[in-house]
């Protein structure tokens, strides 16, 4: 299971770019990238955000039928503080705009809630105002509101104060987080707050900062982001949080198919092979809501990964898929 990816981007170096293609181009992309990612043995899949609900009908066609896709469940559009993040987002300014945007999204169909912690784009920021607009008591706001639809919340996370806001609100899931300390992580274990920590961003950043020469300011903020991220997954394990794996693929420079990498990296960060494969199956599945998967079990959905080798000797064993069925049906 992939809890953090976006099939209405290819990722790559201009990823974000690919998210204000037509939208034609994007839905077509969406069907090609979420049969890639089945075959790479992704059977259920988190949709993180995509633009004008891409990610909810996909969801649904997946769910007809009517195409080969991993189980997706899928949030609809990003929600954003005005003058942050990307344009593309559903934005708020006040709290009862918050409150609509959510009710809003989940009318649209979206099966979980996702909002985006980030500082104010360059020359949006009003004199004397707080880095982060998004506060503790605005996410707050968000989180009563999901919670009292039934609905789970992630929250994008990916600089020191975002950081600091989303551990302590109660979020079900903290997304990327390469910046928590350790008062952050006791924080998430407290309120049983999921980590799903991308490393698949940087890793694939740090690719792209040499394939094509990026300036030097990315190269540093790649960097930046690997030794934030090592040191945050490496505190997660030690304090106790459930993590979650998750790629960011389209939503970042990775690119889809490639999960083992994921798994790679947690294991390069000290988790064991083991905890690297419950992460991507048991753990996933409570995070993502799917109770009848994520185990091999009788009376359970057979989604079930064939390899060529064993995973638990050497996780890259990932990368040699035999088969891939999904519900007892072989798909790839």
């Keep these: 299971m992939d809890c953090h990816v976006h099939y209405s981007s290819p990722g790559g170096p201009d990823w974000i770019a690919r998210f204000s293609d037509p939208l034609p181009e994007i839905s077509m992309r969406a069907i090609e990238l979420a049969e890639a990612s089945l075959r790479s043995g992704v059977t259920t899949a988190r949709d993180m955000g995509a633009p004008q609900g891409v990610s909810i ?35 708020f300014g006040e709290a009862h705009e918050l409150r609509d945007a959510i009710r809003m999204e989940i009318e649209a169909g979206a099966e979980l809630i996702k909002v985006a912690l980030s500082g104010w784009n360059e020359g949006a920021r009003p004199k004397d105002a707080v880095e982060i607009p998004f506060s503790e008591k605005l996410l707050s706001v968000a989180v009563e509101e999901a919670h009292k639809a039934g609905f789970k919340i992630a929250c994008h996370a990916n600089d ?12 079900d899931s903290l997304e990327h987080g390469m910046f928590l300390e350790q008062g952050d992580l006791e924080a998430m274990a407290n309120n049983k707050t999921c980590l799903v920590p991308t490393m698949s961003v ?16 990315r190269k540093k903020r790649a960097e930046d982001l690997k030794q934030g991220s090592r040191l945050a997954v490496i505190g997660a394990v030690r304090a106790g949080v459930q993590i979650a794996l998750g790629t960011d693929a389209g939503g970042g420079a990775a690119r889809h198919g490639r999960i083992a990498r994921e798994a790679e990296l947690m294991v390069e960060c000290g988790l064991k092979p083991r905890d690297a494969l419950i992460a991507a199956t048991s753990s996933a599945s409570k995070l993502i809501g ?28 990932l990368r040699l898929i035999a088969a891939v069925f999904q519900g007892g049906r072989r798909v790839a």
């Design 202 to 217: 940087w890793d694939a950043m740090l690719y792209y900062a040499h394939a094509v020469d990026w300036p030097e300011a």
């Design 290 to 317: 799917e109770d009848e998967r994520g185990t091999i079990e009788k009376g359970k959905i057979a989604d079930l990964v064939l390899l060529d080798a064993n995973p638990l000797e050497n996780v890259s064993a």
């Design 57 to 91: 009908k996909l969801a649904h066609m997946a769910r007809a039928g009517e195409i080969n896709a991993p189980n997706i469940r899928a949030a609809g559009t990003w929600i954003a503080h005005r003058g942050t993040y990307v344009s593309f987002a559903r934005h």
């Design 160 to 171: 020191p104060a975002s950081c600091r806001i989303a551990a302590r609100a109660g979020v």
